[in-house]
C-alpha cells in the first residue's frame, strides 16, 4: 500500500502533549487501521521515541508490511504491528490505558467498491463502522485521552454527530484544502470525553489549511510536514 497525504498529515497534526499528572510516562497510542504505518512513525519520530505505539490493521499484508516499516526505523522498540480486527482488540482490552487513539479509517458507505480487495477493505467502512470506532475508543480511551482522527467534510460531521451522541466532544477541527479557490476536502478531528471538558468552554473554531497553490506547495503545509518528507 502507498503512503497516502491524509496519515502524514494526521500523524504531523495530532496534539501529543499529556496531561501534567503522567507527562514523564511515555506516550500509550493506538493506530486503527494503520496499513503501512506512517501514522504510528510519524508520531513516534515527534515523540522522539517517548512514546509506545500499537498499530493494528485487519488486513494481514498491512499489519505485516507495517510490522516490517516498523522493524526498520529507529524506534522499533517501542512500536507493534498486530493483525487484528479494532472490534476484537477493544473487547479484549480490559483497561482505559491509551492516551491517544488514532485512525485513517474507511469512510466510504454504499459506494462502488474497488476490484482489490485490500484497497476496498482501506476504504469503505463495511468492516469497521463509525459506532463500532466511537464504542470501541470509548472502552480502551484513558479518562483524559483523544481520539484523532482524519475524514472526507460530508463524513466528518456524520462522524461527529455520532460521537457527541456517546460522549465524545470535538475538541479541535482543521479543514484541509487542495488549493485556496477549492472547498474542504479533509477535516482533521480530535475528541475528548465530554466529562474533562470544561462546561462552559466556547465552540471550537475551525482552523484551516491549504496544501498548495498552483505553483507550489504552501508554506503552512511545509512547516507542518516538513520533517517527514525528503523533498521538504
Known amino acids: 500500500m502507498k503512503v497516502n497525504t491524509d496519515g502524514v498529515l494526521l500523524g504531523a ?13 511515555p506516550l500509550q497510542v493506538l493506530d486503527i487501521g494503520t496499513g503501512t504505518g506512517v501514522i504510528a512513525l510519524v508520531i513516534t519520530q515527534r515523540c522522539e521515541g517517548n512514546a509506545v505505539v500499537t498499530g493494528i490493521d485487519i488486513d494481514p499484508d498491512s499489519a505485516q ?3 516490517e516499516n516498523f522493524a526498520n526505523s529507529p524506534w522499533s522498540g517501542v512500536l507493534t504491528a498486530r493483525h487484528i480486527s479494532f472490534q476484537e482488540f477493544a473487547a479484549d482490552c480490559d483497561t482505559n490505558r491509551f492516551d491517544l487513539v488514532v485512525s485513517n479509517p474507511p469512510y466510504f458507505i454504499d459506494s462502488q467498491k474497488a476490484p482489490s480487495l485490500r484497497r476496498s477493505t482501506a476504504r469503505h467502512n463495511d468492516t469497521l463502522e463509525y459506532e463500532e470506532i466511537i464504542d470501541g475508543t470509548i472502552n480502551i480511551l484513558a479518562p483524559e485521552g483523544k481520539l484523532a482522527l482524519i475524514l472526507p467534510v460530508e463524513e466528518s460531521r456524520i462522524f461527529e454527530q455520532k460521537a ?40 471550537v473554531a475551525a482552523e484551516e489549511l491549504i496544501i498548495q497553490t498552483k505553483s507550489d506547495f504552501t508554506r503552512e503545509y511545509k512547516s507542518l510536514t516538513c520533517e517527514f518528507y525528503l523533498n521538504f
Open 65 to 67: 508490511e507495517a510490522a
Open 13 to 25: 497534526w495530532v496534539d501529543l502533549q499529556q496531561n501534567s499528572e503522567h507527562s514523564q510516562s
Open 164 to 203: 457527541r451522541l456517546k460522549g465524545l466532544e470535538l475538541t479541535r477541527l482543521c479543514l484541509v484544502r487542495s488549493l485556496p479557490d477549492t472547498p474542504p476536502k479533509r477535516a482533521l478531528m480530535e475528541f475528548s470525553f465530554k466529562d474533562t471538558l470544561c462546561k462552559n468552554a466556547a465552540a
